[in-house]
């Protein structure tokens, strides 16, 4: 059975920085693309980026680029989201996705919901 | 950067209706799109893809048809679990990609 258990609830203040996970499991973690998607409170859903850990390939969207870092520790199947300096903007859950064999995201973790203020 | 849209963003209907939501995307996307449920305080689920493809576990009373630009998500037979927001998502093959639409709230009339 293919898991993804995120890290737990995170509050913290701006400027802070921050690093969430995506441990992995029931499936070859290396040969599978991880993507992580935004949801803010009460929106929809936005997709920042993934990475395929195979060779840590990594791809942001145009939104996010710069704003975040995504790794994978092939060591322990854990992917990671991680940020330099919150912003109270950055508040909401942080879904990490595994894209499966049929292109398409299969299955995801429970998310991390990340609160920042001051 | 191809954009999706979604109608309508919401749908009030009862047990045992029909509903048809539609999804749009900005140019020629061939059958690279799939939908997504997701619940309250839930992850989302895949419910299709390639358009129109049943994702395995997911009810029947689920279809998904189109190709090009514009597509459609219909559930035949309204059950109770299935008061949700549906996401329409686009995807690339290399590097992935993914695109959702602002989503379509069904809920109880």
């Known amino acids: 059975e293919v898991q993804l258990v995120q890290s737990r609830a995170e509050v913290k203040k701006p400027g802070e920085s921050l690093k969430i996970s995506c441990k992995t499991s029931?499936?070859?973690?290396?040969?599978?693309?991880i993507a992580w998607v935004r949801q803010m409170p009460g929106k929809g859903l936005e997709w920042m980026g993934g990475?395929?850990?195979?060779?840590?390939?990594?791809t942001y969207s145009p939104s996010f680029q710069g704003l975040v870092t995504i790794s994978a520790d092939k060591s322990t199947s854990t992917a990671y989201l991680q940020w330099s300096r919150l912003k109270a903007s950055d508040t909401a859950i942080y879904y990490c996705?595994?894209?499966?064999?049929?292109?398409?995201?299969?299955?995801w973790g429970k998310g991390t919901t990340v609160t920042v203020s001051s | 950067d191809i954009q999706m849209t979604q109608s309508p963003s919401s749908v009030s209907a009862s047990v045992g209706d029909r509903v048809i939501i539609t999804c749009r995307a900005s140019q020629d996307i061939s059958n690279w799109l799939a939908w997504y449920q997701q619940k309250p305080g839930r992850a989302p689920r895949l419910l299709i893809y390639a358009a129109s493809t049943l994702q395995s576990g997911a009810p029947s009373r689920f279809s998904g048809s189109g190709s090009g630009t514009d597509f459609t998500l219909t559930i035949s037979s309204l059950q109770p679990e299935d008061f949700a927001t549906y996401y329409c998502q686009h995807t690339n093959t290399f590097p992935p990609r993914f695109t959702f639409g602002p989503g379509t709230k069904v809920d109880i009339k």
């Open positions: 996705a595994r894209r499966g064999s049929t292109w398409y995201i299969e299955d």
């Open positions: 029931g499936y070859s973690f290396t040969n599978y693309w």
């Open positions: 990475i395929y850990p195979g060779d840590s390939d990594t």
